[in-house]
């Protein structure tokens, strides 16, 4: 996973993130968040997203406040952070898009499962356009919560998406899934430990 960061963000999109020898990891990395990982045949790591309560540190609320309308943060047991979201470029050599597509759907259909188990209204996070513009196509864009600004060298824009029934319908049509994308066991152990009321 910390691998497939390094690659996402420091060598191909050229951003000014933590490295230790081949991985990237930064100090979210320690506050126990929830890693989704998406696994291809080999077992190896072509997708993951982390996500975190905003009743703790998040990087929204302590790194990208100027993001958020009159940089007020945002602090609800049920509104979680979704952040170092990547998919591997080249996990597919016969429909590169089609498969990176397949591969967001179902980490933001999984994270939807997670978050429907802990009674998670919304999830928010900060974009760059690019990826911003794959959430488009793919019909999960989520609402701006202000415009785009430069951080750094990149331009990057927060969003916040709905989570429930209705995002995993919508989903699961775009990716024509059926089923649950996490083992259930692994689903009741994550509910179990990370429940809204723990969080708050």
Partial sequence: ??????????????????????????????????????????DQVIGTVRLLPTTGFTMINDIFSELLPDGAPIYSPRIWEGSRFAVDSDVSQTGERTAVSRTAIELLLA?????????????????????????????????????PKRIGHVMCIAVLMDMGEGTDARLRHLGGIKGEVIEPRKTAQITKNKSVSHAA
């Fill in 111 to 147: 994270g939807n499962e997670i978050g429907m188990g802990i009674g998670m209204t919304h999830c928010v996070g900060v974009f760059d356009l690019n990826m911003h513009r794959l959430m488009k196509r793919i019909g999960c864009a989520g609402e701006p919560l202000g415009p």
């Fill in 1 to 42: 996973m910390h691998r497939l960061r390094k690659k996402v963000f420091h060598d191909r999109m050229n951003w000014d993130v933590p490295v230790i020898n081949t991985w990237e990891a930064d100090g979210f990395d320690a506050l126990y968040p929830v890693y989704l990982l998406k696994m291809n045949e080999e």
